[in-house]
């Protein structure tokens, strides 16, 4: 939570420097407060900085869908594209038809009878949250028991299906996507086992897994692997229908066969946030990225009148 708001003060003192006059407004007030709140200011647009609303990350689509039908243009993604990237097996789905490679899956809403229909080692992810939320080290599994141990904890923890997904074993890379286009391939990489990008490596300052995992912009990869992975990208951010800025994330085996984990709208842009280093990488100033996406909002004005 105070990562968004220290996100959401930079933004703010960055579009003052720019020129413009802004206010801050918080969701988790209520519905009825935040919708006065808005009706009083009568804004020209809203730079959407919400990740969910009251704890649920599902509020993060609800509440661009309040945005469009009070038509009032906003930053980033609109409520399906945000709704599709959540619920993982959707866009897995909507990989999988547009042939665009992706670990083969299965959901649980509850614990099964026999074993899953995949290949050990398996990962779990909750079906519909991001920002690693539920991930740790132990939701990979190498066996049954494993699995049932790890799955049966998820189910009781969160109350919601949980995602299992086959564990592809090796490099682990994300590319960052601004109005369309990607700027470059980023390397993560791991000094810790199982080499994923848990909730403590993601949030956790100063653990091992937040140390243990760090962003290279010079992998050593083919010309070709690059150009897949980019290609890719871009194919993903048309599937979902993303705009703006988002960002998608891959593995690669030991044969170097590329799969599209899945789809990140609105990622997080804060101080030393993985976006932020692709910026940084691509000589994309904040001042500029900042400045674009308000271009793009007050496009969609236009076309909104």
């Not at 003060?9 to 009825?32: I, P």
């Not at 789809?263 to 946030?273: E, F, L, Q």
Request: with cysteine.
């Amino acid at each position: 939570m105070h990562g968004v708001v220290d996100s959401a003060v930079e933004v703010k003192n960055t579009l003052a420097a720019l020129g413009h006059r802004v206010g801050l407004l918080q969701v988790d007030a209520g519905v009825r407060p935040f919708v006065e709140a808005l009706e009083a200011l009568g804004p020209d647009l809203v730079f959407n900085m919400c990740e969910a609303y009251r704890e649920s990350s599902a509020g993060e689509y609800h509440v661009a869908g309040l945005l469009e039908l009070l038509e009032i243009p906003y930053t980033g993604s609109g409520p399906l594209a945000l709704a599709v990237a959540l619920d993982k097996p959707l866009s897995k789905e909507i990989f999988a038809a547009r042939g665009i490679p992706t670990p083969r899956f299965v959901v649980y809403r509850g614990m099964p009878e026999g074993v899953p229909p995949l290949e050990y080692p398996l990962m779990l992810k909750l079906a519909g949250e991001d920002a690693s939320v539920g991930i740790t080290s132990d939701n990979v599994v190498g066996d049954e028991s494993s699995f049932r141990k790890r799955l049966q904890e998820l189910l009781l923890e969160y109350h919601a299906p949980v995602l299992v997904e086959e564990y592809i074993e090796g490099r682990e890379f994300t590319i960052a996507m601004f109005d369309g286009r990607p700027l470059l391939v980023e390397e993560i990489e791991f000094d810790v086992e199982p080499r994923i990008v848990g909730f403590r490596a993601k949030w956790d300052s100063g653990s091992a897994e937040y140390d243990g995992t760090n962003p290279s912009f010079a992998p050593v990869i083919t010309d070709g692997q690059r150009e897949q992975m980019m290609t890719l990208a871009v194919r993903v951010w048309e599937s979902i229908g993303m705009r703006d800025y988002a960002r998608v994330d891959f593995r690669m085996d030991a044969n170097g066969r590329i799969y599209v984990l899945e789809a990140n709208p609105n990622p997080d842009i804060s101080v030393g946030s993985g976006y932020r280093l692709s910026l940084d990488a691509a000589n994309i100033s904040y001042g500029d990225f900042v400045s674009r996406l308000v271009e793009n909002a007050f496009g969609r004005r236009q076309v909104m009148k």
